[in-house]
């Protein structure tokens, strides 16, 4: 079995228009839930958030988008790499653009971020990934995400970008990894 490592460094870090690009999920499960001991039960959705390695709160999986991999690829690794789940990408929740205190550098000197975020549907928990050792997981109901959640921007794409999306009944809007294209001619 392969080790799995986490990608560092920035020397394939995407930048456009002063900003680093940066890519991001809202993982998620559905959970059922039994209402007053009867046997009628009703799906709950649980969002998976980690603990932040530099101070208090709780953040969704992000990182650097990286010049070999598209934006889903990205979300989909950090997810891997961060919170140790994976999924399924759903849907495309928005670009979120951020200033970052600490991210800044020669591409990006005022630490201008935009991600790009996605739903995941998660499909694994998984025992070991390259950042437990310093990170946590907390499956949260979306009202707690909110209230747990230190970054303004995270804030937003939860109630703004999944949670409209969820109020619309989350649909699938983006084609299943790995599947054809359902536009192509191939059958």
């Not at 999924?87 to 991210?103: E, P």
Request: hydrophobic fraction near 30%; glycine fraction near 10%; include cysteine.
């Amino acid at each position: 079995m392969s080790e799995l490592v986490a990608r560092t460094g920035r020397h394939q870090q995407r930048y456009e228009g002063g900003y680093r690009l940066i890519a991001g999920c809202i993982p998620f499960k559905y959970r059922n839930v039994t209402e007053n001991g009867d046997d009628t039960s009703e799906k709950m959705v649980e969002v998976l958030m980690i603990n932040s390695t530099g101070g208090p709160g709780l953040l969704f999986p992000k990182g650097g988008w990286e010049n070999d991999e598209t934006a889903e690829e990205a979300a989909v690794r950090e997810a891997m790499e961060e919170a140790g789940v994976r999924g399924d990408l759903v849907h495309f929740l928005g670009n979120y653009s951020f200033k970052s205190k600490t991210l800044q550098d020669e591409y990006s000197p005022e630490g201008l971020c935009r991600a790009a975020m996605y739903a995941l549907n998660v499909e694994e928990e998984l025992e070991c990934w390259p950042e437990k050792s310093h990170r946590q997981r907390s499956w949260l109901t979306i009202p707690e995400a909110i209230e747990c959640c230190r970054h303004a921007w995270m804030r937003e794409a939860l109630d703004q970008g999944f949670s409209k999306w969820y109020a619309d009944g989350m649909n699938r809007t983006l084609p299943r990894q790995g599947s054809p294209d359902p536009s192509s001619d191939q059958q």
